[in-house]
């Protein structure tokens, strides 16, 4: 019975994404934020260490809110285990903020497990391609793990070659509820 109550809030933590995502993704990314229509994204014809390359690029001169290009994955792999994501930016003229973002959530649409943005170590102005790492532990009782990079205000960013891996208790957790 809580595999199932937990499997079904899951699906409907996804169609709600997905639904607010205006249906178009790229190799399972779509777009989201608070103003995403502030955003164009997509995907590079260039190439960053032989991956793929994405980019979020304002639309605007001025933006009260922020655009991501986000994924949503099921937790069962990474259930009661430490986890990193790792990635590749390189951003051009960030006014407010730009960052990797991670979330663990819960039954609790209001309370997320675990979550990092880093809005504490932010990447603004510009930066040639620079690695980043995100790391949150997936407690046992997650219904999802969603991550992905956002721009808050303007400018331009691309990202690549993000992974999530599992790692030993002795990597610290950047979660900035914790």
Same mark, same amino acid.
């Given at each position: 019975?809580?595999?199932?109550?937990?499997?079904?809030?899951?699906?409907?933590?996804?169609?709600?994404?997905?639904?607010?995502?205006?249906?178009?993704?790229?190799?399972?990314?779509? +777009?989201?934020?608070?103003? %995403?229509?502030?955003?164009?994204?997509?995907?590079?014809?260039?190439?960053?260490?032989?991956?793929?390359?994405?980019?979020?690029?304002? +639309?605007?001169?001025?933006?009260?809110?922020?655009?991501?290009?986000?994924?949503?994955?099921? %937790?069962? +792999?990474?259930?009661?285990?430490?986890?990193?994501? &790792?990635?590749?930016?390189?951003?051009?003229?960030?006014?407010?903020?730009?960052?990797?973002?991670?979330?663990?959530?819960?039954?609790? +649409?209001?309370?997320?497990?675990?979550?990092?943005?880093?809005?504490?170590?932010?990447?603004?102005?510009?930066?040639?391609?620079?690695?980043?790492?995100?790391?949150?532990?997936?407690? %046992?009782?997650?219904?999802?793990?969603?991550?992905?990079?956002?721009?808050?205000?303007?400018?331009?960013?691309?990202?690549?070659?993000?992974?999530?891996?599992?790692?030993?208790?002795?990597? %610290? &957790?950047?979660?900035?509820?914790?």
């Amino acid at each position: 019975m809580k595999t199932t109550f937990r499997i079904l809030t899951a699906l409907f933590i996804l169609t709600v994404v997905l639904q607010n995502s205006y249906s178009q993704k790229i190799d399972g990314w779509f +777009k989201a934020g608070s103003k %995403p229509e502030s955003y164009e994204w997509g995907k590079a014809d260039e190439k960053y260490n032989d991956g793929a390359v994405y980019f979020l690029k304002s +639309k605007e001169t001025a933006i009260d809110g922020f655009g991501t290009i986000m994924t949503y994955i099921m %937790p069962e +792999k990474y259930s009661g285990k430490r986890i990193r994501l &790792t990635g590749y930016v390189k951003n051009e003229s960030i006014t407010g903020w730009a960052g990797m973002w991670m979330r663990v959530d819960g039954t609790d +649409k209001n309370k997320s497990l675990g979550f990092d943005n880093m809005s504490n170590r932010a990447i603004a102005g510009t930066n040639d391609w620079t690695k980043y790492e995100i790391v949150l532990d997936v407690a %046992p009782e997650a219904i999802g793990i969603a991550y992905g990079f956002l721009v808050s205000g303007t400018g331009n960013a691309w990202f690549s070659g993000f992974t999530l891996e599992t790692v030993g208790n002795d990597v %610290p &957790t950047t979660d900035m509820d914790k």
